[in-house]
């Protein structure tokens, strides 16, 4: 077995290598095949998975077409349709950045009130890990995942601590190097639009039927004129002048004969005393 074995792996290898040779050979090599041709000489080759053969890509002039997956260190979205940073310096992800390689400064008005945006913005790439979790976090789609890699410096301090000018590209720029995750942001971003913009119909709706249904009440009571409500008025100002004066004549009768009665009382007090005094000397002249 281990005899077989070993000669077949040797077979494999020089298979490998006559392929790689003559593919070498030819005029446009097959690592060529819908690569990108720039000047000076320079390509951006792309290796399909179903490419088969050793590639020798010569670097630098040769590069290969990177995964649209592929992240090194996040970059700030610059929206060039609304002419601002989507970055409101929230510092969500300077909180989840598990190294904690993000530094981020609110910016302030005139007045010394927090603007939501970031006035200062700084990345430590050297410490960076490129987890993305930045990105994952961000409600605002506002930090990305760049893919340039060549970042090869001689000092590591200041060189690899890059601020919010270095950091910030425009959105065309994501668009490009992220074209299917960017279709998926702007069409949900799309279906979130158009059901706001259903519900503000639907409010908008109900508001109307509302007030149609409160116009109708109104409609189905009966209208009067100006001067029927006049004459109503005056009616009703009629009434309450009757209704006065017989409550003010009713108190006066009240007491007139509230006085006659006091009268009675008083005249009938004055005999009670005097039929009892009558009795009393009675009395007296019995006894003597």
């Not at 690569?35 to 490419?51: A, F, M, V, Y």
């Not at 340039?148 to 890059?162: K, T």
Request: charged letters at 35%.
């Amino acid at each position: 077995m281990f005899g077989s074995g070993l000669i077949k792996g040797l077979g494999i290898t020089l298979k490998h290598a006559l392929d790689t040779f003559s593919d070498d050979r030819k005029d446009v090599p097959s690592r060529y095949a819908d690569s990108i041709k720039l000047n000076n000489n320079r390509r951006i080759i792309e290796q399909p998975l179903s490419q088969e053969g050793l590639l020798t890509i010569q670097y630098p002039e040769e590069r290969r077409l990177l995964p649209e997956r592929f992240r090194y260190i996040p970059m700030l979205i610059w929206d060039t349709e609304t002419k601002e940073d989507r970055c409101t310096a929230c510092g969500i992800c300077a909180k989840v950045c598990p190294p904690q390689c993000i530094w981020i400064v609110r910016d302030s008005d005139e007045n010394g009130r927090p603007v939501a945006r970031p006035a200062e913005f700084y990345i430590d790439a050297a410490v960076c890990m490129s987890c993305s979790f930045c990105c994952e976090f961000c409600p605002f789609d506002a930090i990305k995942m760049n893919h340039d890699f060549e970042l090869a410096v001689y000092d590591r301090y200041p060189q690899l601590v890059y601020d919010k000018a270095e950091l910030t590209v425009p959105v065309e720029y994501y668009a490009a190097l992220w074209p299917t995750q960017y279709a998926a942001e702007e069409e949900a971003r799309r279906k979130e639009a158009e059901e706001k913009a259903a519900q503000a119909a639907a409010k908008e709706k109900a508001a109307a039927a509302k007030a149609a249904a409160a116009a109708k009440e109104q409609g189905d009571k009966p209208q009067r004129s100006p001067e029927e409500i006049q004459a109503m008025k005056e009616k009703a100002a009629a009434r309450a002048a009757a209704a006065k004066a017989r409550a003010a004549g009713g108190a006066a009768e009240g007491a007139a004969s509230g006085g006659e009665d006091a009268d009675a009382k008083k005249a009938r007090l004055e005999e009670l005393k005097r039929k009892a005094a009558e009795k009393a000397k009675a009395r007296r002249e019995g006894a003597e």
